[in-house]
T-cell receptor
Framework: AQSVAQPEDQVNVAEGNPLTVKCTYS??????LFWYVQYPNRGLQFLLK??????LVKGSYGFEAEFNKSQTSFHLKKPSALVSDSALYFC????????????FGSGTRLQVQP | GAVVSQHPSRVICKSGTSVKIECRSL??????MFWYRQFPKQSLMLMAT?????????EQGVEKDKFLINHASLTLSTLTVTSAHPEDSSFYIC???????????FGDGTRLSIL
């Protein structure tokens, strides 16, 4: 079975400051890892993914994420937060050898204050 | 990029009504689509995997007679909530794609409110 944990329900950060949204995962094999963002009453938008290779992955809107195999983590980061980054963020995982359906974390609400 | 269209975006109807939600892949073919349900302030829960030309695969605890899924073409899957009741009120989201190392692409969701 695979699972994802997002330990923070909400993250608050001031505009211009760096942000981190945490994610840890559990899969039986090698993982594909994803970050998605959701705005109110909308579906999920893809931000970035880790498949293999470089542990630091760069994605849309200036976001990046660092894959750490030993800590089974895939934290989302951005050097300088914008008010418009305020949204709900989901980490998701699937086993490379497993089925295509994603397993999502519980989500973290990011609030960027002006 | 890949686009998934979901319709309608919002439905309000009386208890006992059946409601159909459509999910279309606009610029790619999708042999497999996924239906999720999202409760307020909660994560997405996979309801079922929709397979083109064959029966859907339902997750444990999801009533297949309640949530009918039809995937009749490579670009369209439908979810019908039959005889809907207030407890079926939720946000339903579909997705498609996700083959290999590709991300799934999501529709904008359907807000279903049963009175």
């Amino acid at each position: 079975a695979q699972s994802v944990a997002q330990p923070e329900d909400q993250v608050n950060v001031a505009e211009g400051n760096p942000l981190t949204v945490k994610c840890t995962y559990s899969v039986s094999g090698n993982p594909y890892l994803f970050w998605y963002v959701q705005y109110p009453n909308r579906g999920l938008q893809f931000l970035l993914k880790y498949i293999t290779g470089d542990n630091l992955v760069k994605g849309s809107y200036g976001f990046e994420a660092e894959f750490n195999k030993s800590q089974t983590s895939f934290h989302l980061k951005k050097p300088s937060a914008l008010v418009s980054d305020s949204a709900l963020y989901f980490c998701a995982v699937r086993d490379i050898a497993g089925r295509r359906a994603l397993t999502f974390g519980s989500g973290t609400r990011l609030q960027v204050q002006p | 990029g890949a686009v998934v269209s979901q319709h309608p975006s919002r439905v309000i109807c009386k208890s006992g009504t059946s409601v159909k939600i459509e999910c279309r892949s606009l610029d790619f073919q999708a042999t497999t689509m996924f239906w999720y349900r999202q409760f307020p302030k909660q994560s997405l829960m996979l309801m079922a995997t929709s397979n083109e030309g064959s029966k859907a695969t339902y997750e444990q605890g999801v009533e297949k007679d309640k949530f009918l899924i039809n995937h009749a073409s490579l670009t369209l899957s439908t979810l019908t909530v039959t005889s809907a009741h207030p407890e079926d009120s939720s946000f339903y989201i579909c997705s498609a794609g996700g083959q290999g190392d590709q991300p799934q692409h999501f529709g904008d969701g359907t807000r279903l409110s049963i009175l």
